[in-house]
């Protein structure tokens, strides 16, 4: 008799659980999706954006919103568009879920389709003679500072003055090269699993001339599973930041035991990423 009662109690216990979990989930508001189509006036062809506008945006005519403007648009929303099918970030599902729990503030997430086979020279701040490529961040840079970024104040009430750029593999390379590079447009990054081992290491020589004194929020992370260079290459930054004035509060660093080289590994990381970047006020 004592077992079935306690056997009831833990089925009826399990069930209150269940439907507060049920109801936490039904409370979560999803944000919407915008597809912008845009042709760069900087290179060829189409650099289509699509734009998370978080839940809450159409009913507060008076907020403005930080942005996030990531790399390699194709695989952060949409799973048929993912560069493998199935395998995208699932990023509007974990900005919903961190601004849902109050563990982020709402921020406008604006994903950058990239080029396709020209990703390589666009997301790279130096020619590689090895691979007789790269060093075309330069020309990224000024279609995100001159053609999109204005789009998107103006079609959105944003906050001009707070904005991150991110990505990941040769997106995070990218991100940090342009949040060293910028830090007077962008105060924070997305820097996941980067491309480190780009020319030498040149993004290193990069961090140890930075002198600015601004010293942007910057999401460090890598996978246990990405390689033993990957991880040293990931540990040497975080060592070179912190060395030039980065701290715990403004460097969030991150090893993700079980993580490889994919989508499915960034989309695991997506939410406390964006915790870190944009902290409840």
């Not at 409370?27 to 809450?56: A, K, M």
């Not at 961090?207 to 942007?216: F, G, S």
């Not at 930054?237 to 460097?251: C, D, I, K, N, Y």
């Amino acid at each position: 008799m004592v077992t079935a009662r306690l056997s009831s109690e833990s089925f009826s216990s399990t069930l209150r659980r269940l439907f507060r979990l049920e109801n936490r989930r039904a409370t979560v508001r999803p944000g919407r999706i915008e597809r912008i189509p845009h042709v760069s006036t900087t290179f060829d062809g189409s650099r289509d954006l699509t734009v998370y506008v978080p839940p809450g945006y159409d009913e507060r005519d008076g907020r403005r919103y930080p942005v996030l403007y990531m790399h390699d648009g194709q695989n952060l929303f949409e799973p048929e568009r993912a560069f493998i099918p199935g395998q995208h970030w699932r990023l509007s599902e974990a900005a919903d879920e961190a601004i849902a729990a109050r563990t982020a503030s709402p921020m406008i997430i604006v994903g950058i389709d990239n080029g396709g086979v020209a990703r390589g020279d666009e997301y790279t701040p130096v020619r590689d003679p090895k691979y007789n490529a790269g060093g075309r961040a330069g020309d990224h840079a000024r279609m995100l500072l001159e053609e999109i970024k204005p789009l998107i104040d103006e079609r959105f009430r944003t906050e001009p003055e707070k904005n991150g750029v991110g990505g990941s593999s040769l997106g995070g390379l990218l991100a940090l090269h342009l949040v060293l590079r910028h830090s007077d447009v962008f105060d924070r990054a997305a820097v996941m699993s980067p491309s480190i081992w780009w020319a030498d290491r040149a993004i290193l020589r990069e961090i140890d001339d930075y002198d600015r004194r601004a010293r942007p929020r910057i999401w460090l992370d890598v996978g246990g599973r990405e390689g033993v260079e990957t991880l040293r290459n990931t540990r040497l930054v975080h060592e070179r930041l912190l060395a030039r004035g980065w701290t715990s509060r403004t460097l969030g660093y991150h090893e993700d035991r079980r993580g490889d080289h994919s989508e499915r590994a960034w989309a695991r990381r997506a939410r406390p990423m964006l915790e870190f970047l944009f902290p409840p006020a």
